[in-house]
């Protein structure tokens, strides 16, 4: 059974960074592109980036080109997102999962991780 398991977050002000992580149990995870994803209140969950199963790419939504990066470790079956001056914009609930090969914003599992609260203060 996949299990994610997403930390890291936190309370912010505006300008300052967090670094999250998530991860994956129950999958050969170097298999797998992996992505984040963050759900704000009252909204739908949104795509923020993904990473290929190598880290040889990396894709990002719009609003959150520049500022954030992801990355991984397929030793420690984990995947990263730094973020860097965030803004009250980006206050939401953090989640990863695998993505699939053809549609990077498309998660792969069904199943989520309990995700990670970010929330950044003005």
């Known amino acids: 059974q996949v299990q994610l398991v997403e930390s890291g977050g936190g309370l912010v002000q505006a300008g300052g960074s967090l670094r999250l992580s998530c991860t994956a149990y129950?999958?050969?995870?170097?298999?797998?592109?992996m992505g984040w994803f963050r759900q704000a209140p009252g909204k739908e969950r949104e795509f923020v980036a993904a990473?290929?199963?190598?880290?040889?790419?990396?894709y990002y939504v719009d609003s959150v080109k520049g500022r954030f990066t992801i990355s991984r470790d397929n030793v420690k079956n984990t995947v990263y997102l730094q973020m860097n001056s965030l803004g009250p914009e980006d206050t939401a609930v953090y989640f990863c999962?695998?993505?699939?090969?053809?549609?990077?914003?498309?998660?792969?599992?069904?199943?989520w991780g309990q995700g990670t609260q970010v929330t950044v203060s003005s």
């Open positions: 999962n695998a993505v699939q090969d053809n549609s990077y914003v498309t998660p792969v599992f069904y199943s």
């Open positions: 129950g999958l050969t995870f170097r298999n797998y592109a």
């Open positions: 990473i290929t199963w190598s880290g040889a790419g990396t």
